[in-house]
Structure formats: C-alpha cells, structure tokens
C-alpha cells in the first residue's frame, strides 16, 4: 500500500483527494485537545473569546499524552477515543477544523457536518503510544495547563503515521472493512 | 504470626505500576504474535505489527506502551497469619501507586470526584479489594485499567431462563457495540452470578487471568472458547478496521446466584492488558 505524505496545515483541495483507507504520514504541527479541553474551547467560542489556537486550517488530535521522562520531547501518546467529542466537534468544524485524529467511530452529525465543511478524520493505533512517540519532533503546552494530561499541546510531527478512516466524502471504513471479515456461519 | 512492613508494600506496588506499563506481559505477546500470523486482512495485519513493535519500543526505551496508563485495581490477598506494621494497609497501597506514578513518569488519569472532575494529580485513588484467606502471605494482584476500554463494559440482569444463550448473546452484543472503541484486539473478562456488585467485580477479577489460560471448569473453558471463536467471527478486527482478530482472549469467572437471578457483567480491556502478581 502506498503512503501518502501530508504537510499541515490542510488544504481544501488535498482533503478532497483524500479517500477512506489512504495510509497517510502527517508532518508539520498538530493541536492535542480531549474531553476538558474541548469543554474550555467550546466556553470560549459560547463567550466570544480568542480561542488560544488558529482554529481555521488546523488539525486537532485527541491525545493525553503521559509526563516526557528527561530527556524525552514526549512520553507515550496515542489517541483516545473519539466519540466522547462528537458534540463539541460540530461548532469546530464551522469554525474552519479540518482534520482529527482519533481513533474509533464518530457520530452521522460529524461526519455530515465533515462533508459540509471539507474536514477529515484519521485514525491512530490506539494503545501504540510510545511508537507513535518517535513521530513527536517538539512538544509545547500552549493553553490550559491547570489540566494537566488534558492540557491543549501544540506537537511538531514527522510523518506520523495514521488511516483516514472518514473521508470528506463520507466514505467510513468503519463500515466497509469489517463486514468483509464477518463469518456468514 | 508473620510481619510485613508497610514500606515494602509501598515499594513493591510502585515498581508493579512501572513495570506493568512498561513490559507488555508474554500471555498478551504471544497472543498478538499469533494474530500477526492469522490476520487475513492487510491493514489488520499491519496494525498488529506496530503494536508488536510499540511493545517492544516501550520495553527497550523504558516508557508506557499507551499514554492511558490507567486508573488502578488491585486484589490483596491477605493471609491471616499476616501483621502489618508500621502503617495502614490501605495507606501503603495509595502511597505505592502515588510513587509509581510519579517516578515512572505515569499518566495521572484520576479525577477525585466524579461530577467535580478536579485531577487528583497523582492518580490516586486506586480501587482496592480485600480477601481474608489462609498462611502468612500477602498476594497483591495490579492492574492498570484503560478507560477506553472500561467505559464498553456492561451490565445486565438476565433472567434465569435467559441461561448460556442469553449470556453468550450479551457478551456479543457488548462487543459489537463497542466496535474500535476499546482499541481491539480486546481481552473480554465475563462475571456471571452472585449479585450486581459481585458480578462486576469477578469479571474484572478474570481480566487478571492470562490470556492463554482457561478456567478450571469443564463447562465455563468450553463457554470461554465459543465466545472467543464467535467474537472472532464479527469481522470487527485490530481497531475496528476489520478482520479476524477482534479479541485475544476471554476469560468467565462465576459464582453462586439467587434463584430468582443471572446478573452478568462484561468488562473489557484493550490489548494493553497490564497486569501483574507479586508475593510478600
Ligand atoms: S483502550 Fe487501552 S490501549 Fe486503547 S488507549 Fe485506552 S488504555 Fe490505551
């Protein structure tokens, strides 16, 4: 299977060549934000405040990454599970979010609101958090550090690894591979 | 009478926290070995090899296997001709987890209330069970629990009539309807009987059982073997993208029930199965 390299932040025109089981390397800068954080930005867009990153463009990875030992930029940081922010997800999306990184299904009001608005969802092999260590280049807090392993962090990645598993045309692998797999008995 | 102090259950719980999010157990490895082998679908497959390697990076490099390292379970055992000194038992325990946490630049994933939600910021509180038994040993069983995996678990009082059709009909469906989201290929623990409380605690006792082990009884070890055949046919596969390794392994643990009863509970783990057993 070819690998498609991807530089952030995310136009419109490579989201829409991007289709469901494309095996992608993502390099250039991605957000982390889960379930607190999300709960403070959608506060923010509610009170009509900046929201603490360019939204517009940006591609947010659900991840709560555990304390970098010394010497480390990061310690394990795979992705958690996505459905958690389906709600939160919708004001993002017409907000301009064009790409999230999770792992597991989301919500038929995500995904319309995905093709709606051009954005996409990739998958991260959940529970591979210290392979997917070795992509993170750089690793700063940049909102809500009072949340510690929920704080919002701005990652450097080099060719980190992932699935587009829900393309901006509402093709959902979720739903295609694994009834091929499904004994008939 | 035998005593044991309690630094060195504070020093043994803290070094079962690291080790267990650091070195994959061999029950789970070999398991995944053999998934890489009969993975038929591509990207199954290929997903089965990262995390073969994620678990190998982990253990070189010393780090988690999965940022989520878990809110803590534990099982102490304690025999009666045991006397605990220096401290609290219960004390000692949190103080381990709360060291392992900190020296093994853990993640703190608990929230000390559960509508309040403020980080406790040193993963405590463990959730701690207590079995009085025979001799002069304490057996400490440590787990660290994903909650992707958790939050697919489910409960259900089936009714008596509903038997062995009704509980293997639940087990599946619970698995279905977690789908990718408990980061498959799972380890299904099943509790079946006793009361609702005691249900879910047996099924997450059978989580502490290796993968490759099979109960004791004749008729529990065949129900093991056709639930894991079954979930293996849902096509669900490693993270949901499909394929013929949807779970390693399930384990059932019973006991007694009512007449007028069948609770059962299914507790689910993910491939990140850490768990460890020592001996003081
Ligand atoms: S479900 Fe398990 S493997 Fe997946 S992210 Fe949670 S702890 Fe890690």
Redesign the interface.
Known sequence: MSIIKIQTPLTDESIQNLKAGDQVELSGTIFTARDAAHQRLIETIRKGEDLPFELNGSIIYYSGSSPAAPGKVIGACGPTTSYRMDEMTLPLLGLGLKGMIGKGERSQEVIEAMQTHKAVYFAAIGGAGALIARAVKKNDVIAYDDLGAEAIRKLEVEEFKAIVVIDAHGNNLYETEPVKYKATT | MREIRVDQIIQKISQMCIDCNYNIGKDIEDALARAETNE?????K??IS??L???Q??KD?Q???????GMVVVFVEIGQEVHISGGVLEEAIQQGIRDGYEKG?????VVSDPLL?I?S?DNTPGVVYYELVAGDQLKISLAAK?F?SE?MSKLKMLKPSDGMEGVENFVLNTVKEA???P?PPIVVGVGIGGTVDKAAQIAKKALFRNVDESSPLPHISELENRLLEKIN?????P??????NTALGVNVEIYPTHIAGLPIVVNIN???SRHAVAYL
């Not at chain 2, 780090?63 to 390292?69: L, S, V, Y």
């Not at chain 2, 630049?105 to 994933?109: G, P, T, V």
């Not at chain 2, 046919?233 to 596969?237: M, Q, T, V």
């Not at chain 2, 993270?239 to 013929?244: D, F, H, S």
């Open positions: 038929i679908s591509p990207i199954g290929s997903i990262d995390l390697l994620n678990s990076i982990a490099v780090m988690p296997i999965c940022q989520d390292t630049f853990l993640r703190k994933s939600r980080n910021k994903g992707g939050n789908g990718p989201n980061c046919h849902l096509g669900i596969g993270q949901g993208l499909g394929g013929v993910c491939h990140a």
